[in-house]
Structures are given as C-alpha cells and as structure tokens.
C-alpha cells in the first residue's frame, strides 16, 4: 500500500540521520584538532594524536603538541558536551511545558549557577569553587521554581515557569547586587565574562568535573525521549495514557537541571542553544521526540564547537560564546524558517 | 460484577462542591450519556475515572477491583479517554500520535516496537483513516483530529472509553461522522462508552442505532435521574436541567426506525435564566 511504503521510506532516512548525527560531532572535533591561531601543521597534528594514542614518541615540538592535545582537543569535546547538554535539556523541556518558547534555562539554573559562580569569583578566587558554587545554586534554583509550581497540588506546567521566571529574577538580581559590590578592577570583569559563557579554561579537569551529570542527566533524557511525546499532550491526557505524571514530569526535571547545571558551572552561561537548536532539530527531523531528542543533542554540539572554533579564530583575543551564538545563530535560524516555512507550526 | 461501579463519590474544589453523592453503574456493551449544563460536574465525574483527582469521599470499583489499588498504568489499560478535539500541541505525524495509546504497554525507558505499530495501523484502518498515517495531526481539520484521536483510544485496547464532549466544535457532518465511528466501535470492539455530552440527542441517536443505551442527567454535581432516553429525556427533565423550554419529536428514518430528537423552542423565563447563570458563574 502507497502509504505504508512512504513510511517504510522515512524511516530509512530516519535511520541514516541516525548515522550522520552520530558522527558529525565526532567529525567537528577532529576537525578543530587542525584549526587554531597558533601554527601546526596537519602532519604535526596526526602525529601527535598517533602518539598519544600508541604511546610511540614523535618529533614534534612539545609546544605544538600540548595545542593540539591538551587546548584544541579538550575544548572541542568539551563544547560538544556543553551544545549538546543545553539543546537537548531545551528541547525535553518545551516538550514537557509543550511551549516552543521554552529553553534550558527556564526553571532558573542559569541563573543560579550564574549567582553561585558570581559568589565563588569573590569569595574564593578559585576555579574548582566556582564549578561547585555554581552547579548547587543552579540546582538549588530549579528546587525552589518546583516549590512554587508546588503550590497547587499538582505542579501544573503554568506553575512551574512562573516558579522558573520568579526564580530566575530574583537570582538576577542577586547577581546584579554581586556584582555591585565585586572588586571593579578584578572580579567584576571575571564574573561579566563567565555570564557571556566561554571554553577558554577548557581542560581535562572541567570535561571531568561535568562529564557526570551532563552523561547522567542526557542520558535520562534519551530514555525518556518516548515519554516526552505523551507528556507533551498535557497533564489530563497523559495521565489517561498511563503515565504517572508527577513522577516523569519531576524525572524530567531532574534531568535537564543535571545536565544544564554540569553545562553552565563549567561554561558559563551561553544563551541561544537550548532555545533554537531544539526548533533546527523540528525542521530536520519533525516533532517526535524519539528523533528529535538525539538530534538536538548532536545539532547543538556541532553548534557550540563551531561557535568556539569561530570566537578563537575571529579576534586576537577570544569572543564570549553568548555573543556569537545570537550573531550566528539568529540569521541562520531566520534563513531556516524561510525554508522550512516553520514545519507546521 | 459491573464493569464499573461507582458508590457514594462526593467531591469539592476549594470553594466549590462539584459532585455530591454519585453512585451508578454500567455494564459491559453499554454507552452511558451524562447529560446535563456547563458546570454541572460531568467533567469531574469522568477525571475521577481516569485518575486526575485524588478521591476525597466514595468508592470506586472496576471490574470489582478498588480503583483505589490500581497504579495510573493498570488504569489506563482498563479505561481509555478521547478528550475534545483539539489542537494545541506539537504538530506530531498521526501515526505517531495514535502511537501514544500504547504507552500503558511499554516500559518506562521503552519506545513503542513494531508490534505497537501494527496495533496503531490497524486501529488506523478499523476507523477508516489509514490514509492518514503520515499526515501531520495539527493540520487536520477538528473532525479529523477526533477520529485521530478515536484510534488512538482504539490502540489503547480498553473496555471502557470515557469521552468528554466528543463532537463539541465540530460540524454537521463530522459530529454525525464522530458519532457514527463511536457506534461502530461500540458495536464492533465489544466497548463500552461513558460520554459527558452537551447534546442529549446524542443519546437519542446511539439508542436507535442499536446501542444499548442509558442516560445519567446531572444538576450542580448531583445525578437527577438515571435510566432509559425515553425515560429520563422529557420535557419536564429538560426544562428542570437546561431551563428550556422543549419539544420532543419522533422522526422516522428508514432502517434502524424511529429516532426521537429534542427540539429547544425557547429559553424559560427570564428570572429563572438569571438563576441558571449565577449557579454557572
């Protein structure tokens, strides 16, 4: 029958997207390996990652080797956790709320683990306390927006972002009062420099301090992917389908805070991803959250590696994240709008 | 055993009460029609049954089981819902959607496999719209969407459907063919149907279409009168619910029969509507 082989047919695309979305980030990393301001030439860079990997000494310089394998290749993967992190934590989240407005950040952890950075730069001056400050605010910050959407029995979504936007707000203007108090010459610009979000401290040590909860929340995520698509069809419906919904909305919750709180407290705040990559992943995939979860996750960490690649190229010193993801990312999601004419929306 | 029985359910919002004292039951095979004005509790009467409220006074039994014991998963094997036609959702591929009526069958971390699939294709083509597979479910027109959405509860494989004003926004045409589709369901799936309607000729239709039918008019969350259409849909009945003022008629229709139908001539008086309206608010 006509429509049966229609749908046999999409889903032989659907399964060589699976394929391309799979290795495309693989690709973007390998690909900066080779691409930076400081010269190293591609047989230098093969060499080194051959001996990194075998072990066997190479003659190329110590220096040319630590920008390849300590700088390049750490910041790629560790913008491919990030992008990928932010996308799929927004697009589970404007599935959940079913609000295409919605991003990563709209229960507050941005915001939070903008305020615990802000308070670790002038309490402590050190990195790693920081990354924790940052992280438990974040999560201390969704707890409360899900305390406020608490106050109705049963968390209605409404609820929940208004708890998420009252949240967010008051943190903002903790930050702000941070901020006002910071040393000028020396905290200031440090805190207004990790709210635009950047890589630049990307090592081993930060892929190791994130790695667990953008694995575990992500990987939550991608199991739920299926349940997603019911929740999206609202508290009264879901529930009639079988779905406990104060468990999974809740798991889901606790999903993208893990993942978004392990993105941010390393990264800083970068806008953008987890509102728009979501909707560039509707128009290649369409809605389901089956295909629409990994291929936000693989879209957004082909983004953010992009994007650093392009803010370290760029200038001589380094472009802040949340500046290129907007200029970047804005006219090209209008020119995918154009053609797509918004996929149904 | 009923298929379900529902003993002494009371229930109160906040400042509200919105149903007091309900106990009635069906059997299998049956539609049952609540009928009655906006506000008068058979939107809560069906959430209680697909488990969106915590029950604060009464008992309810499915299949004699305490409805109480059964986890929201077990429930929605037993007691599917086709809410109204609607569209504020992501716009999903019908397939897919009619696809969610198998979540109570998968597991937590689980997908829908082929076997779901073919479940969902065959609902599909039971209701008649297998063409639509690959459509897109919010560019279908409201009719359409509620026969999606009848699949859906097709795929769902369960005794007991609840609708909550099925054919409300639609036209002529698809309310008859909506209606048409619940009638074939009924007859053909061995379900049962309990149907919150705002238009008692609902009742009337599935009656003469062979549907063993029963109707439970309800006023400010109390059941007024439970029994056959013809008993319980009368002039006086109407007046006393809807305050309007009604004609019964009896149509003659080819095969199945006479079909009787009300004909709403004019509001009661005005002071009584004011009343109506106040309870409303």
């Known amino acids: ?345 | 055993m009923h298929l379900i029985e529902i003993q002494d359910l009371s229930f109160a919002y906040p400042q509200l009460a919105a149903l007091q004292d309900i106990s009635l039951h069906m059997d299998t095979g049956e539609a049952l029609c609540l009928v009655g004005p906006n506000g008068c509790g058979k939107t809560t009467l069906l959430d209680h049954l697909i488990g969106a409220h915590s029950m604060q006074k009464g008992r309810i039994f499915f299949e004699g089981k305490d409805f109480r014991k059964l986890r929201t998963k077990e429930l929605a094997k037993r007691i599917g819902y086709v809410p109204q036609s609607r569209r504020n959702t992501f716009p999903y591929r019908v397939l897919d959607f009619v696809l969610m009526g198998r979540t109570p069958y998968t597991g937590v971390f689980a997908s829908p496999d082929e076997n779901d699939r073919q479940i969902a294709l065959d609902a599909l083509e039971e209701i008649g719209i297998l063409a639509f597979q690959d459509r897109i479910f919010t560019q279908l027109s409201g009719g359409e969407r509620q026969l999606v959405i009848l699949a859906r509860a097709l795929a769902q494989k369960t005794p007991l459907l609840l609708m909550d004003e099925p054919t409300a926004h639609l036209d002529f045409a698809h309310e008859l063919m909506v209606l048409e589709t619940i009638v074939k369901m009924i007859k053909t799936q061995n379900l049962s149907v309990m149907m919150a309607t705002h238009f008692p000729n609902h009742a009337f239709y599935l009656q003469s279409n062979g549907v063993p039918t029963r109707v439970v008019m309800m006023k400010q969350g109390k059941i007024l009168q439970i029994g056959q259409p013809d008993e319980v849909l009368t002039v006086p009945n109407i007046e006393k619910v809807f305050g309007v003022n009604s004609r019964i008629l009896s149509i003659q229709n080819g095969q199945s029969g006479g079909m009787k139908t009300i004909v709403p001539v004019k509001t009661a008086n005005q002071s009584e509507r004011m009343i109506i309206c106040d309870k409303i608010g």
């Open chain 1, 1 to 345: 029958m006509a429509p049966l082989e229609i749908s046999q047919k999409k889903q032989s695309t659907q399964r060589i997207l699976s394929v391309v979305f799979v290795l495309l980030p693989l690709v973007f990393i390998v690909i900066t390996m080779f691409i930076g301001r400081y010269p190293v030439s591609a047989q230098m860079v093969i060499d080194t990652v051959w001996s990194k990997v075998t072990g066997i000494p190479v003659a190329v310089p110590d220096i040319a080797q630590t920008v390849v394998w300590d700088i390049r290749l750490p910041r790629a993967i560790l913008g491919a956790l990030v992008g990928g992190a932010l996308a799929v934590s927004g697009a589970s989240l404007q599935g959940l709320f079913h609000n295409p407005l919605v991003d990563s950040g709209i229960l507050g952890v941005s915001s939070g683990a903008g305020f615990g950075a802000a308070l670790g730069i002038i309490l402590f001056d050190n990195v790693v306390m920081i990354y924790v400050l940052s992280f438990i605010f974040s999560l201390t910050a969704v707890f409360f927006s899900y305390l406020i959407g608490r106050i109705y029995s049963t968390v209605p979504n409404i609820m929940l972002v208004l708890g998420g936007v009252i949240v967010s707000s008051i943190f903002s203007a903790l930050i702000s009062f941070l901020k006002y108090v910071a040393d000028p010459f020396d905290q200031l610009p440090t805190i207004v420099f990790w709210l635009m979000g950047s890589l630049a401290n990307a090592d081993y040590r930060e892929i190791s301090i994130s790695l667990i909860p953008i694995l575990v929340g992500t990987l939550g995520l991608f199991a739920l992917r299926w349940r997603i698509n019911v929740l999206s069809l609202g508290d009264k419906e879901a529930r009639s389908l079988g779905l406990n919904t104060r468990v999974y909305k809740m798991a889901v919750v606790v999903c993208t805070t893990l993942a978004t709180a392990g993105a941010v407290s390393v990264s800083g705040i970068i806008g953008w991803i987890g509102l728009v990559i979501p909707h560039i992943g509707r128009m290649i995939v369409g809605n389901d959250n089956r295909y629409l979860i990994p291929a936000s996750m693989s879209i957004g960490a082909c983004f953010l590696i992009l994007i650093d690649n392009v803010g370290r190229m760029l200038t001589g010193s380094e472009l802040p994240l949340s500046i290129l993801t907007a200029l970047v990312g804005g006219p090209f999601y209008v020119y995918l709008l154009k053609r797509t004419k918004g996929g149904g929306w």
